[in-house]
């Protein structure tokens, strides 16, 4: 199984934690991570890939970074070499689907873009800026990071906000799909969590015997697994589990169908 | 007793929430903050004026915001406004000093700019631009803004990657001076605790019949007052109680005295 992924963000939103929590595995190794502790003047867009099982299936997973976006002091059009990335996988799909034989076709589209967002009042300029030019180039599904930083009421009040000014911009973000939940109310319940807001921990921690992951704080321990703290578990399931195909379906289907069409229009 | 105290960071840093931690009043009440929600495409430069009672003596507070800093795509020179508001007000006092009666001269140059500095890995490109514009015109007094997203750690990691980004760049920020404390080692504890970590809030929690200011997540609460959660003590007692005079010295006798030396040699 292949899969794609995305992830994008201003430096220090937490997004390496967060994919070493998500995959389970350090992916990046501290101070190993592209960006750490340096800011790039210009954006890179660079990807590796890691072979992992998931849930008994082997994934080969190709994880696209994207350091330095968002970090200048003039990010004009900081997206642009994120843009160009996701169409020449588009561009070398078309061509390769001309030449091979279709069912040896690689593919290296992205399948789905994690965008970052930082717990304050509502998006930035730049937030909106990305979804805009993105949103109908990928699967984007904004994350917002190192949500231990809210609380519950903050929380709830920031993901309306968001979902508001996402709305108001006509940005399209990944839809997840209803009728794949057997409840009305659990696909309706999905949509008011919307954006997950998640916290990531390279750290295992050894509580009275049981471990788990975390952060600990002088006040307490936030807990990335627990549903009570943060939305990583809903993220994990609905991105690896139940979702993934989707994501596959959707950039295939709806989003490489329009970069075709107007590729051959053109 | 007067004071002008400049407040500069990104919106969402938790500004407005620390002035009204600091000052016990809600000086600016949700919501009625200047750029709550909806940042600015320039930056704009505006004061207001608080009269409090601190330890019993009646203090003239002005408060200078600078509602747009660091939130646009292009944030190249932002820092312009704030730098031409502190010259013209050296500017004012340099007229007045020259007309009036010395003793009735109104001062209201900034005394004092609380430099917001959101955590992450270390300062970022635009910190770095707008303190070596400054540092020669105004006292920077560097905070870590929400600091309970950091766990002790961290914090102390990330003060020592500021300090010396701030040392290698030759940023002169303000000197909290040693001799006005009883132990050489208190200073020093001091100077180990810079750029301070501040955390701010405008719930007062009842907890077990106490009254405390803080913030409430579902894992703990993080103590504005309590000093094992961050330096709100510290940086009050520094700000309010011991070094306000301070601050205003060395405006006048260093800062000042650049600006009018400058300024008659041209
Ligand atoms: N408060 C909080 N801090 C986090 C979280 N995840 C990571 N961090 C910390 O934030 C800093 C930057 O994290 P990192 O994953 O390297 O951020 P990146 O630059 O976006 O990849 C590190 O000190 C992390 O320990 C989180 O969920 N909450
Ligand atoms: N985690 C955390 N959040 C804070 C802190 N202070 C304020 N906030 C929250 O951050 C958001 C923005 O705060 P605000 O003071 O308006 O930020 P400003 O735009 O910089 O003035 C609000 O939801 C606050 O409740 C803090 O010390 N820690």
């Given at each position: 199984f292949e899969f794609t992924l995305m992830v994008v963000g201003a430096t220090g939103l937490g997004k390496s934690t967060l994919i070493n929590s998500l995959f389970l595995s350090s992916i990046y190794e501290d101070g190993k991570y592209p960006a750490a502790g340096t800011p790039n003047k210009t954006v890179k867009v660079q990807n590796s890939t890691v072979y992992l099982v998931e849930g008994g299936v082997s994934l080969k997973l190709t994880l696209v970074d994207t350091p330095g976006f968002g970090?200048?002091?003039?990010?004009?059009?900081?997206?642009?070499?994120?843009?160009?990335?996701?169409d020449s996988k588009y561009e070398e799909y078309l061509n390769a689907e001309g030449h091979v034989n279709r069912s040896t076709v690689?593919?290296?589209?992205?399948?789905?873009?994690l965008?970052?967002?930082?717990p304050g009042h509502g998006l930035k300029p730049l937030d909106i800026e990305f979804m805009k030019q993105l949103h109908e180039k990928v699967n984007i599904v904004p994350v917002i990071g190192k949500a231990d930083t809210l609380t519950p009421e903050e929380c709830a009040e920031f993901k309306a906000n968001v979902m508001k000014e996402i709305e108001n911009n006509d940005i399209k973000i990944y839809q997840f799909p209803v009728d794949e939940f057997d409840e009305e109310e659990e696909a309706q319940d999905l949509q008011a969590q919307l954006p997950f807001a998640?916290?990531?921990?390279?750290?295992?921690?050894?509580?009275?015997?049981?471990?788990?992951?975390?952060?600990?704080?002088?006040?307490?321990?936030a807990e990335v697994e627990n549903p009570d703290h943060c939305d990583f578990i809903f993220l994990r399931n609905l991105l690896i589990r139940t979702h993934m195909q989707d994501l596959k379906d959707v950039t295939n289907n709806v989003l490489y169908e329009n970069f075709r069409c107007n590729k051959l229009a053109a």
């Open positions: 970090d200048a002091i003039n990010n004009t059009k900081c997206w642009k070499p994120i843009l160009e990335y996701i690689v593919d290296n589209r992205v399948h789905c873009c965008y970052f967002i930082s998640v916290v990531g921990s390279n750290t295992m921690l050894d509580i009275n015997g049981k471990k788990l992951r975390g952060r600990m704080y002088p006040w307490g321990i």
